[in-house]
């Protein structure tokens, strides 16, 4: 599939960026003489701006990256040890269909489990082909939990979908809370918003553990104490119902439930919410006052506070503030977890969810190192007999990585992995096989941080013997007999279905008029103010609800609650005494990007950030050596000590590759496989360890390198 004439006529193609963030940038590729040479963003796109991030600047060294795999390659050394020869693709899909078929033979189809995240969030591939194939298969379902189960649970109780004002309304905002999130690092297209908000008079505030650079920009930082977010919601709403500042006729008139809501925020006083929060009663007076009487006020929460045991009900507790003061009504008012729920694509017609069999098994994503090691995968069933990977790296940002690992070990699995690179999952597979990058293929992408589709065209022709995601699996559905006329779609024929669900918010949004323009705004009101006077919304009362009968159903509090971390409150704290939390890297995206040499350096090697009271008292005094562990595992790390965390917290941004960090461990050795109390969500910062200085029988070295990854580690 060859991309048309390169739209604009400096010879420029028009993409987006396919990563998992709310931002998706509109990207301008240029080529010359057929290779790519510079990526950048487009300067019209309302939000893109013309810039692009530390990250995505570097796509185009990141897709001739020598490392990049070329061909399909085949397991030759001991699982794990990531050795492999070069193989044809007809060899592969012989061998792998031959392997699949054996798995069902003994155990049936569910016995194969795909496993996949947002490597790219492109609809064509990241869930449309694949998931035909896996459902026509009766393959395992995947619950994709990693990231914002959680969160979308808790907004799913109250909301309905999930949606909010855009940086296009945010810059009219004069009070931003940034509540768990670091915008400079994972949202930095919303900055430019909120530097007019400020030349307007806007204040910001962040809630966050970390004095991240986002806090440091602000014009106050709370220092929260982690996972304590409902905590401090419902102190607001006490004061704000105290002093009589809530919005009584938006209550009455929008949300259902509102009359508990007193008693749901009575005993948390400023003294009582302080003592949990860690912060003091007289700045959550004051927050509460100034949220409560600053109009427009904007709460940006992002997916850090719901990597807690409570996350599902922080989520619900910080969303519903701007219900209780009426804050939805103005532009540039209310909150935003993400913006997705606006965006209707087809997706019955592109993953045919209809195919699946009955009583299919689920198998949540963070659970894979049980899934992998149990004889029923954990859930009942048989075990998992093959896996197949695509757009994600299990063995790098799947927490509890010790039991991961020894399940992908396991000599009777069969382990396809999809990938651009020898990934520490790559690392165990059988068979890897080749992926085209965003420059190479065609996609269509929808955005979790604002209201435009855009659609992604090739720019070159695919490196090596790469293919598409949707040709892989559209060539081994062939393989393995699928005769439905689906799998013959073309990467076209899926981007029209994507579009065509017949959606209001989708008319006039085409194959051609995307080809024509590159992106367009979905066809919602502008400005967006989707709960200003929301008559039926997508819950079963169709208000917002503050009280949901259905939470009460799962065993829930009906009410908007508090639910305490986890690790903090159990006996192992008394070993484990910090809590670790591991947020998103400024230079990496999850773990992608980690081999890209410019961006590996700027990261360095990983770091332990510790407050000097809990330094000094292990006699850590900033640039030693230190080891990190709890039960689960343990990993290295590079100490600094300073007071952007408090006493008891430790960080360590994440995630990075095993394979090139120090001792082959990381973060995520530590970390916890434990469920969210929402949406089977992950809990990565609800992490109880304990850090200590490296001596010489705990200090390993990292594992040896050869070739590109040496000279990644050989660089200053
Ligand atoms: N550069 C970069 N950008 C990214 C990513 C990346 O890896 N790198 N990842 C992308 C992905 S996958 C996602 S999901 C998005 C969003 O990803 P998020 O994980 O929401 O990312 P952040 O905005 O960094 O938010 C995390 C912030 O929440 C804080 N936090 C942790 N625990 C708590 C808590 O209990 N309460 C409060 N109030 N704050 C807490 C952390 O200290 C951190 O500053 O970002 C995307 N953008
Ligand atoms: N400790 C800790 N762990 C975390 C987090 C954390 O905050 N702390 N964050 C969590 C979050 S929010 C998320 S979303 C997950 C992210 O987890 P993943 O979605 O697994 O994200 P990545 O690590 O970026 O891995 C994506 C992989 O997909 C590959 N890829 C990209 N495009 C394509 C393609 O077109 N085809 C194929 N076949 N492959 C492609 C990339 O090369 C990369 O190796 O990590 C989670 N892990
Ligand atoms: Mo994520």
């Known amino acids: 599939m060859k991309s048309h004439l390169p739209l604009l006529a400096d010879g420029t193609v028009r993409g987006a960026c396919p990563h998992d963030c709310p931002d998706t940038c509109a990207m301008l590729v240029s080529v010359e003489g057929g290779r790519a040479t510079r990526v950048r963003g487009d300067p019209e796109h309302p939000v893109t701006q013309g810039f692009l991030c530390t990250k995505v600047n570097r796509y185009v060294e990141r897709t001739y990256h020598p490392g990049r795999i070329l061909s399909p390659m085949r397991r030759i050394g001991a699982k794990g040890d990531g050795r492999f020869e070069p193989a044809s693709w007809e060899e592969a899909f012989e061998s792998i269909a031959r392997e699949l078929r054996k798995v069902i033979d003994r155990h049936g189809p569910e016995a194969v489990l795909p496993y996949s995240y947002a490597g790219t969030m492109g609809l064509v591939q990241g869930s449309s082909m694949d998931r035909r194939f896996f459902h026509r298969l009766g393959a395992s379902l995947l619950a994709r939990t990693i990231c914002a189960a959680a969160g979308t649970e808790g907004w799913k109780h109250t909301y309905g979908d999930r949606m909010g004002p855009t940086p296009e309304e945010v810059q009219h905002s004069r009070l931003v809370v940034l509540w768990g999130t670091n915008t400079l690092t994972s949202n930095p297209h919303l900055w430019p918003a909120l530097r007019k908000a400020r030349e307007r008079g806007a204040r910001l505030v962040a809630i966050d553990p970390i004095r991240t650079r986002t806090a440091v920009r602000c014009d106050l930082h709370l220092g929260i104490r982690p996972g304590t ?20 006729d938006y209550l009455e008139r929008y949300t259902s439930g509102w009359e508990q809501l007193k008693s749901a925020a009575s005993e948390w006083t400023p003294a009582r919410t302080a003592a949990e929060t860690g912060i003091p009663a007289g700045s959550i007076e004051s927050l509460a006052i100034e949220y409560a009487s600053t109009r427009p006020s904007f709460i940006r929460l992002n997916y850090g506070m719901q990597r807690h045991a409570g996350g599902g009900m922080a989520v619900r507790a910080v969303s519903l503030l701007p219900a209780v003061t009426g804050a939805w009504r103005d532009l540039g008012g209310g909150a935003t977890l993400s913006t997705s729920g606006a965006f209707p694509f087809g997706s019955k017609a592109l993953e045919r969810p209809d195919w699946v069999p009955t009583a299919t098994r689920t198998i949540n994503m963070i659970r894979l190192g049980e899934a992998l090691t149990e004889s029923d995968a954990g859930v009942g069933g ?185 690790e903090r409150e159990t006996p192992i704290a008394r070993r484990f005494p910090l809590t670790l939390l591991s947020p998103p890297e400024h230079a990496f995206l999850n773990s992608t990007f980690v081999n890209v040499p410019a961006l590996a350096s700027a990261a360095g090697e990983a770091k332990l950030i510790l407050h000097p009271d809990d330094a000094s008292a292990r006699g850590i005094e900033g640039g030693e050596r230190v080891r990190i562990w709890n039960d689960r595992g343990e990993f290295l790390a590079d100490a600094v000590v300073t007071e952007d965390v408090s006493p008891g917290v430790a960080v360590s941004y994440g995630v990075r590759w095993a394979r090139l960090s120090l001792g082959g461990a990381t973060v995520n050795d530590t970390t916890s496989a434990e469920e969210t109390d929402l949406g089977g969500g992950a809990v990565f910062y609800d992490n109880a360890v304990e850090v200590e200085l490296v001596t010489a029988r705990a200090s390993r070295s990292r594992p040896e390198l050869d070739g590109w990854e040496r000279e990644l580690r050989l660089r200053p």
């Open 229 to 248: 977010d409902a905590a401090l919601a419902l102190g607001m709403m006490h004061v704000i119902l105290r002093e009589q500042l809530e919005d009584r």
């Open 382 to 566: 048989p075990p998992v007999g093959a896996l197949i990977v695509y757009n994600s790296n299990p063995a790098a940002v799947a927490p509890d990585l010790r039991r991961v690992r020894a399940g992908l070990r396991r000599e009777d699995l069969l382990t396809v992995v999809l990938e651009h690179f020898q990934t520490d999952t790559a690392d165990y597979a059988d068979w890897i096989l080749p992926a085209t990058t965003q420059l190479e293929h065609w996609d269509v992408h929808g955005s979790y941080g604002h209201l435009y589709v855009t659609l992604n065209r090739p720019a070159i022709e695919p490196i090596g013997e790469s293919l598409p995601n949707s040709e892989i699996f559209r060539r081994l559905a062939r393989r393995m007999g699928m005769a439905e006329p689906e799998f013959a779609d073309s990467d076209l024929d899926l981007i029209r279905q994507a579009l065509d669900s017949g959606h209001p918010n989708l008319e006039g949004i085409t194959l051609e008029s995307l080809l024509e323009h590159g992106y367009q705004r979905l066809r919602v009101p502008e400005p967006f103010t989707p709960f200003a006077r929301p008559e039926a919304l997508n819950t079963p009362s169709g208000k917002i609800q503050v009280l949901s009968p259905a939470l009460e159903r799962l065993g829930f509090d009906p009410l908007p609650s508090y639910v305490p971390p986890r």
